[in-house]
């Protein structure tokens, strides 16, 4: 819920940063080609799905990212936890 308000505060600063660019509608034809893409990756991730179950491919995405870029992750929370001064962590 907290994730979701930031989402929606953050959608909400760009579109006011943006309103006052007027971007013209795209060609019919890249329209139907980027449906047309959509369609064969949500088509694929439906068949993906017939193997793995959707509940916990959503509870492992989060695990997988984090240990896949576990260096950088570990590297942002010792640079927050240095930023706390009762901490003491040099």
Not at 3 to 28: G, M, T
Not at 64 to 71: D, M, S
Not at 79 to 89: A, M
Request: charged share 15%; hydrophobic share 60%; proline share 4%.
């Amino acid at each position: 819920m907290i994730l979701e308000a930031v989402f929606n505060l953050f959608s909400s600063a760009i579109k006011l940063i943006f309103a006052w660019i007027n971007i013209p509608a795209a060609p019919q034809e890249v329209t139907s080609v980027i449906d047309t893409m959509i369609t064969y990756m949500r088509s694929g991730i439906g068949f993906l799905f017939l193997f793995f179950n959707m509940d916990l491919v959503k509870i492992m995405i989060p695990f997988v990212l984090i240990v896949a870029n576990f260096e950088e992750v570990y590297k942002l929370v010792m640079f927050v936890l240095r930023k706390i001064p009762f901490l003491g962590i040099e």
